[in-house]
């Protein structure tokens, strides 16, 4: 299983960006695939899941109706991110699991996550 993030930046509060997973050995009707972020001394905060077979998608309270996620194909997610804030400033990370507690939630961790792309929100 591999997954790769890309996509992060630098991005003026209320900007945007969209970042990019592609991923591979992951069927998504087996597993639940989405985003959580770390900011520096900070605990692993979830962000996005989409459940399996597209059971379900979940947003943590701090993002919901700013971001989105995305599924673009069967290798492929995206998270839409809109009005970015500077408690946004973190690295995101793609994750995958049998379900999505684990990648929403600060523990357990993840069965499967990625290298991260950073993402700075600053004026």
């Known amino acids: 299983v591999q997954l790769q993030a890309s996509g992060g930046g630098e991005a003026p509060p209320g900007g945007s960006l969209r970042l990019s997973c592609v991923f591979s050995?992951?069927?998504?009707?087996?597993?639940?695939i989405g985003w959580f972020r770390q900011a520096p001394g900070k605990e692993r905060e979830g962000v996005s899941c989409?459940?399996?077979?597209?059971?379900?998608t979940h947003y943590a309270a701090p993002v919901e109706g700013r971001f989105i996620i995305l599924k673009a194909d069967s290798n492929r997610i995206y998270l839409q991110m809109y009005d970015l804030k500077p408690e946004d400033s973190a690295v995101y990370y793609c994750?995958?699991?049998?379900?999505?507690?684990?990648?929403?939630?600060?523990?357990?961790?993840?069965?499967?996550w990625g290298q991260g792309t950073l993402v700075t929100v600053s004026s």
């Open positions: 994750a995958a699991d049998a379900q999505c507690g684990p990648i929403s939630s600060t523990t357990p961790a993840p069965g499967y």
């Open positions: 050995g992951l069927d998504l009707g087996t597993y639940a």
């Open positions: 989409i459940g399996r077979r597209d059971s379900w």
